[in-house]
């Protein structure tokens, strides 16, 4: 109800025939209403799934949806898609099977036993010591 008066200033009659439309008050308002829960139990659950993992994995997730709607509607509904969507959507699906198995690989060591490294630039710092004396 915040937003009903922005709503006939930005929609102007247009809000009013669509309230006009509908049998009765009640229905138009339960759509309204049920819209509102509906966005809020969205939120809450993107808001649990980062709580729960990380907001990498949240957006590896996101990345993984779109990729994996796009191929649907092509495969489903024949929907056409350019060579360059396709290639996307394959380096997509592979850079999200790929994350998925290191996160279980990581999920799978023991806390207190890292794993050595494999080779000499993993052993190379990410941060230059001098730089650390600087700041």
């Excluded at 994996?68 to 396709?86: D, E, G, H, K």
């Excluded at 001098?130 to 700041?135: A, N, T």
């Amino acid at each position: 109800m915040i937003l009903a008066v922005p709503a006939m200033l930005l929609e102007g009659s247009g809000v009013i025939e669509w309230l006009h439309t509908c049998p009765s008050l009640l229905t138009s308002l339960l759509i309204i209403f049920g819209s509102g829960v509906l966005a809020f139990c969205l939120n809450f659950s993107i808001f649990y799934v980062i709580h729960s993992t990380t907001a990498v994995t949240f957006n590896v997730a996101g990345n993984l949806k779109v990729a994996v709607a796009v191929t649907c509607s092509w495969l489903i509904f024949r929907n056409p898609i350019s060579a360059l969507n396709a290639i996307g959507c394959a380096i997509t699906l592979v850079g999200c099977t790929f994350y998925g198995y290191v996160r279980h690989m990581l999920s799978q060591q023991q806390p207190g036993n890292p794993q050595p490294p494999r080779g000499t630039t993993e052993c190379v710092p990410l941060v230059n010591e001098k730089l650390d004396e600087k700041v």
